[in-house]
């Protein structure tokens, strides 16, 4: 046996082995997954944009007006004018002097971070950041001082106790993509300013998703001046690729000078900008469509609740089922998909040990019929793996809310230095 095959045999006992599923078609509501028919419950396409007839029509259109690909980096020659119209546009819409594309949220994340910390630098993150702002941290070579997740208070603990010379930035998730839940923005924006750190935001399931006229969380907690950049994805609500950071003229020209990522990585392709541009567009023009988000969001918790599980408090249209167990998560997995309900399980390193869960995501495109229907698919297949529905808030083995936040440090000590094996456990990836 190769390493290699002994290291898959060795994710196959774990539970922990992944492969990857065909959807033939657009990624609508309703797809053909391995060539039978599902209600799509697990796509980050909230708004149903991805396959909107003007998008389409729009990246075919640039495809034929601009060609493919950018066929550069942004700084030699791949910044074309749709770059600059969209980056002119989504700083309008985010409120902002100035915008800059990344060719993904993973590489706006990366090259962001990189850029406003390395050695001899403190980055503050939260337990539960997604996968690339943990890369973007690891790869800045700064100190990690991991916070609990939303824990406000913990971050100021840091805070008070971080050497004071050289830079600060605080990074976290707005939306947690596995959980649905929304940072305490207020709040760390106050200990930004007050310990004197620099802010970002990652905004990938917010935008389009809440806010008003779905412009995030960051503009519903209205705290749009104290964050110093926002990171925005065009792949999610936007229903396209690529991704962006909204930010001042100063900042943006900086990250235009140092994101590593921006720097030596082609410019988005011109069709998938204009799609984006387009989706914004519609979100502009229609932003029922994210009421209608949010109206699916609520249907599902509701029909959920009534067959008998526990959701978290949040209200948003990420819901997770944490059953604990991998194999458990994937055999629910399975019998969902037999009954027609494509909700993927999620399984460390995308979610901490013990709680491998059912990541549901609803879509503006869902129809009440289907969402009910799904919750009752879902129960089944649940009780079928002998589950305690009460207990898919949080896990059987994860403790509330409450109580972590009481908990002493646990495996954060006082200015633990970054642990990359607990990051690896903790690693998200949507
Ligand atoms: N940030 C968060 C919070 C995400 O969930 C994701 C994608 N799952 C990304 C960034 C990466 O975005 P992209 O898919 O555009 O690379």
Redesign the pocket.
């Given at each position: 046996m190769t390493e290699i095959e002994q290291r898959m045999a060795e994710l196959e006992r774990l539970g922990l082995q992944r492969r990857l599923r065909m959807v033939s078609g657009p990624q609508g509501p309703r797809v053909l997954l391995d060539g039978k028919p599902v209600l799509l419950l697990c796509s980050?396409n909230y708004l149903g944009l991805a396959d909107h007839p003007r998008v389409r029509e729009a990246a075919a259109d640039a495809a034929m007006r601009w060609g493919v690909g950018a066929g550069a980096s942004r700084l030699v020659s791949g910044t074309m004018t749709i770059h600059r119209r969209l980056e002119e546009r989504l700083a309008t819409f985010e409120r902002s002097e100035a915008c800059v594309l990344f060719g993904?949220?993973?590489?706006?994340?990366l090259g962001v971070i990189g850029a406003l910390a390395g050695p001899g630098d403190v980055i503050f993150s939260d337990e539960l950041n997604?996968a690339?702002?943990i890369d973007g941290c690891r790869a800045s070579r700064a100190r990690v001082l991991v916070y609990r997740h939303a824990d406000a208070e913990h971050l100021q603990w840091h805070l008070t106790r971080a050497p004071r010379d050289g830079r600060r930035l605080i990074v976290t998730?707005s939306v947690?993509?596995m959980d649905g839940d929304v940072a305490p923005l207020a709040d760390i924006a106050e200990l930004a300013e007050a310990y004197q750190a620099c802010l970002v935001v990652?905004e990938?399931?917010a935008t389009g998703a809440l806010g008003p006229g779905g412009r995030g969380a960051v503009a519903q907690a209205g705290i749009e001046d104290q964050v110093d950049v926002l990171?925005g994805?065009?792949?999610?609500a936007l229903g396209s690729?690529?991704?962006y950071a909204c930010a001042s003229e100063t900042m943006t020209r900086y990250l235009i000078n140092c994101a590593r990522s921006l720097i030596f990585s082609t410019a988005p392709p011109p069709p998938a900008v204009a799609g984006a541009l387009a989706a914004l567009g519609l979100l502009e023009e229609r932003p029922h469509r994210v009421e209608r988000l949010n109206w699916a969001a609520r249907t599902l918790r509701e029909a959920l609740a009534r067959e008998g599980f526990a959701l978290g408090a949040s209200e948003l249209h990420i819901i997770p089922l944490v059953v604990g167990d991998e194999r458990t998560a994937v055999r629910m997995c399975h019998e969902a998909v037999e009954h027609g309900v494509f909700a993927q399980a999620i399984r460390p390193p995308t979610v901490p040990q013990g709680t491998s869960r059912l990541r549901l995501t609803v879509m503006a495109s869902h129809t009440e019929r289907e969402l009910r229907r799904a919750a009752q698919v879902l129960a089944r297949a649940a009780r079928n793996q002998k589950l305690d529905l009460s207990l898919t808030a949080r896990g059987p083995n994860a403790a509330g809310q409450g109580e972590r936040a009481a908990e002493p440090a646990r495996e954060l000590q006082p200015n633990q230095p970054f642990d990359l094996e607990r990051e690896e456990s903790m690693a998200?990836?949507?």
């Open positions: 980050n993904s949220g993973y590489l706006a994340n997604h690339s702002i998730d947690f993509s990652d990938a399931h990171i994805t065009l792949s999610k690729y690529g991704a998200h990836a949507a």
